[in-house]
């Protein structure tokens, strides 16, 4: 039992059903291990006050440190306090302060009715409790700790809530249990694109493995590919806080140097924000033209706060017509070369360029299935152009269903956007 | 113990250090319910065997029936089966079939290395163990089962070979076990936008908060808010399949009834692909014009496959300057309303309509934020026109950040197109 593991439970049929993805079990744990504090476990289990206790149970018997979320809401899935106060022998004590709120809060939803006295049980708190405060809803967290220094917090499964209470509350309040940290656990991500990951694997050769011999200081590799292209992670963990992150950044470095062309950025980087970087640097305004994204590559780039200083806007040319009235896409070119094509790629890219008075024109046209291939353009078939001061177009082939080659046509034309402007 | 409970163990530290969301989970979670199997407990643990045994040890004492997903992989995380194969006390075995596989495929990365024999033991399979294939990767699953019909099936973790497996080799090998359904969890959805919860409570009034009396038929009813509006949906658990589904369609026509003008459809509808079935259905086409939302309407619209017969294009106009050149916004009503306002929303829906040739022009104009916003035009604000056969405009205050702002916009849009084509 160490001071900084600790175990946690998510709560809630809709988890255990399947139709809400744990986002929050990812966010406690990304939030904790930056702290120093590891996850050794994570159990989910139903609105089930017997099978939350036994959960529970056997997570303080393993570990002696739980956090939970979810089962704090209204009253029929208001199961988690009680099953937990038994377990540590206290009695459920009306809370009157909160109670006044939730009444409050009934009544001015329900006017005409009466405060059902079910709902009052959501102002129950466990005997000797502590309380951590909810600023962003109104079941507040609960601190449960027995005389042998084992611990459970309860917060609510509504992601808001929670992140907010775990920033403002329960963070603190576990640091401040912990001796000062003495080993953390540390990641570095060098993004790629452009490259699979089998070629990734030939560039680095067998030595980056990831065996105590490694050439990363004995930190595991792992190749993470995605619609973005191929994220390398290396983890340190159990180390001194500066000693992981010297691992980490040599290994970072090292990999760089085995695949510098296909690096993007680190960590959380995205393509769209490197490129739009790389723009206002060089002065440079851009404009897209899109077809089988059909928007996708422009939503991108206007996801990035403060785009508008680089990112003029573009046309969305899904039908021939709109190539031709609104990007000078020539009629036949289209007829000859077909809507995906070399030819129309670059006069799209052209004609976003000029029409916006943008210097950089970027387009995508395509096959983005399921329907709409042949056997001489298949599903999958993009063709790509940059036009800056001179104009290049290239051919892909892009796998996956109809979502994944629009994200990676999108990735692509970014990166063919990137490479161009790194030329100078 | 029932022959229609199982529990879920998830391995890797990507899952645990929340680098990685476990898709996998709510997938197979899905999956079963869909078959009336019904996962009682979720746990994920590291790439640690001590770890690993202890949580398969403890599902198999609680439930007999276990799937593990993950740790199958490379050398180093390849934990897994020796793992589990101690516990049911069986030795490991090399499947020369396997191991020939992997072989070959090493050589064709490496060339010019040897086979490592730690690679080899991804072909090592439990005595006496079926072997689930793998369609879709290398590493193939197991399934594992002792005298007393307790059993353990492991699945790689990665999702495409996971999710294969599943359907083709795990689902067919546990429904043979059971002995008829008897029953299942079966759930219904409908979908509202352009209403808040509070509102949707009020109109719903506190008959139907899911207690026993309530008007669903006792099915709890779940609220479930997110950027596309609320979602409303009814469970039904642990009833015979037609109870099920007779109380689960009772309790969707009842919700409707109550919020008729706010539901746009039930389960996993997209308010794009109702968009597009109206528009298909009337004969008309359309076009957007978007600031804020910078190409997000139109990536939505063409998300759906075969929208090309509705949707045209449009214009991303983010700039001021595009509003004019592209769509035919005045300047003077840009210098004099600002890019926010009524009148350049008409304008531009007014503009994506007729240099298309499309009937419908939708536009989006609006604050994203998080800079941008003044006391007279916070951040939040959002203007949107459609442009039919006559025009109208909407004022909205969306709340969130700039992605959930966008997004809201976006689904606000195309709620003002279906609304506007439901009154003919």
Same mark, same amino acid.
């Given at each position: 039992?160490?001071?900084?593991?600790?175990?946690?439970?998510?709560?809630?049929?809709?988890?255990?059903?399947?139709?809400?993805?744990?986002?929050?079990?990812?966010?406690?744990?990304?939030?904790?291990?930056? =702290?120093?504090?590891?996850?050794?476990?994570?159990?989910?289990?139903?609105? /089930?006050?017997?099978?939350?206790? $036994?959960?529970?149970?056997?997570?303080?018997?393993?570990?002696?440190?739980?956090?939970?979320?979810?089962?704090?809401?209204?009253? #029929?899935?208001?199961?988690?306090?009680?099953?937990?106060?038994?377990?540590?022998?206290?009695?459920?004590?009306?809370? +009157?302060?909160?109670?006044?709120?939730?009444?409050?809060?009934?009544?001015?939803?329900?006017?005409?009715?009466?405060?059902?006295?079910?709902?009052?049980?959501?102002?129950?708190?466990?005997?000797?409790?502590?309380?951590? *405060?909810?600023?962003?809803?109104?079941?507040?967290?609960?601190?449960?700790?027995?005389?042998?220094? !084992?611990?459970?917090?309860?917060?609510?499964?509504?992601?808001? /809530?929670?992140?907010?209470? %775990?920033?403002?509350?329960?963070?603190?309040?576990?640091?401040?249990?912990?001796?000062?940290?003495? =080993?953390?656990?540390?990641?570095?991500?060098?993004?790629?694109?452009?490259?699979? +990951?089998?070629?990734?694997?030939?560039? %680095?050769?067998?030595?980056?493995?990831?065996?105590?011999?490694?050439?990363?200081?004995?930190?595991?590799?792992?190749?993470?590919?995605?619609?973005?292209?191929?994220?390398?992670?290396?983890?340190?963990?159990?180390?001194?806080? +500066?000693?992981?992150?010297?691992?980490?950044?040599?290994?970072?470095?090292?990999?760089?140097?085995?695949?510098?062309?296909?690096?993007?950025?680190?960590?959380?980087?995205?393509?769209?924000?490197?490129?739009?970087?790389?723009?206002?640097?060089?002065?440079?305004?851009?404009?897209?033209?899109?077809?089988?994204?059909?928007?996708?590559?422009?939503?991108?780039?206007? #996801?990035?706060?403060?785009? #508008?200083?680089?990112?003029?806007?573009?046309?969305?040319?899904?039908?021939?017509?709109?190539?031709?009235?609104?990007?000078? *896409?020539?009629?036949?070119?289209?007829? !000859?070369?077909?809507?995906? =094509?070399?030819?129309?790629?670059?006069?799209?890219?052209?004609?976003?360029?000029?029409?916006?008075?943008?210097?950089?024109?970027? #387009?995508?046209?395509?096959?983005?299935?399921?329907?709409?291939?042949?056997?001489?353009?298949?599903?999958?078939?993009?063709?790509?152009?940059?036009?800056?001061?001179?104009?290049?177009?290239?051919?892909?082939?892009?796998?996956?269903?109809?979502? +994944?080659?629009? $994200?990676?046509?999108?990735?692509?034309?970014?990166?063919?956007?990137?490479?161009?402007?790194?030329?100078?």
């Amino acid at each position: 039992m160490s001071a900084s593991q600790v175990e946690l439970i998510t709560i809630g049929d809709e988890l255990l059903l399947g139709f809400t993805i744990d986002t929050n079990a990812a966010h406690i744990s990304r939030a904790l291990a930056a =702290s120093g504090i590891e996850i050794v476990r994570r159990t989910t289990v139903g609105d /089930e006050a017997e099978r939350i206790a $036994q959960a529970v149970r056997e997570a303080l018997d393993r570990t002696g440190a739980v956090i939970t979320t979810g089962g704090l809401g209204p009253t #029929s899935d208001d199961l988690t306090k009680p099953a937990i106060a038994r377990i540590f022998g206290r009695a459920m004590k009306l809370d +009157e302060a909160i109670a006044a709120k939730l009444e409050e809060r009934w009544r001015a939803r329900f006017p005409n009715s009466v405060f059902p006295s079910t709902n009052r049980t959501q102002a129950e708190i466990p005997e000797g409790a502590r309380i951590l *405060v909810n600023r962003h809803g109104t079941a507040p967290g609960i601190w449960l700790e027995d005389e042998k220094g !084992r611990w459970v917090a309860m917060m609510p499964g509504v992601p808001r /809530e929670m992140r907010g209470m %775990l920033a403002e509350e329960l963070l603190p309040a576990i640091k401040a249990r912990m001796q000062g940290v003495v =080993s953390v656990v540390l990641s570095g991500t060098l993004r790629t694109t452009g490259i699979a +990951e089998s070629a990734i694997a030939e560039l %680095l050769g067998p030595s980056f493995l990831g065996d105590p011999q490694s050439e990363l200081g004995s930190l595991p590799l792992a190749y993470l590919p995605g619609v973005a292209g191929v994220d390398l992670r290396v983890t340190a963990k159990g180390l001194p806080p +500066e000693r992981a992150q010297k691992l980490v950044k040599e290994a970072i470095v090292k990999l760089r140097s085995r695949v510098e062309a296909y690096a993007y950025g680190e960590d959380d980087a995205d393509l769209a924000a490197v490129v739009l970087d790389r723009c206002r640097a060089l002065h440079l305004k851009l404009a897209v033209a899109e077809s089988c994204t059909g928007g996708m590559l422009g939503e991108r780039l206007t #996801s990035i706060p403060g785009s #508008s200083d680089v990112f003029l806007g573009g046309v969305i040319a899904y039908h021939n017509d709109v190539k031709k009235e609104l990007l000078g *896409v020539r009629a036949e070119d289209l007829e !000859r070369h077909g809507a995906v =094509s070399e030819e129309v790629a670059l006069q799209m890219a052209a004609g976003a360029r000029d029409r916006t008075g943008a210097q950089i024109g970027v #387009s995508v046209t395509g096959i983005a299935g399921p329907g709409g291939g042949t056997p001489q353009k298949p599903v999958g078939l993009v063709w790509i152009a940059v036009h800056g001061s001179d104009a290049k177009a290239r051919r892909f082939h892009v796998p996956g269903d109809r979502a +994944e080659i629009r $994200q990676r046509a999108a990735q692509a034309a970014l990166e063919m956007v990137r490479r161009t402007l790194a030329k100078g």
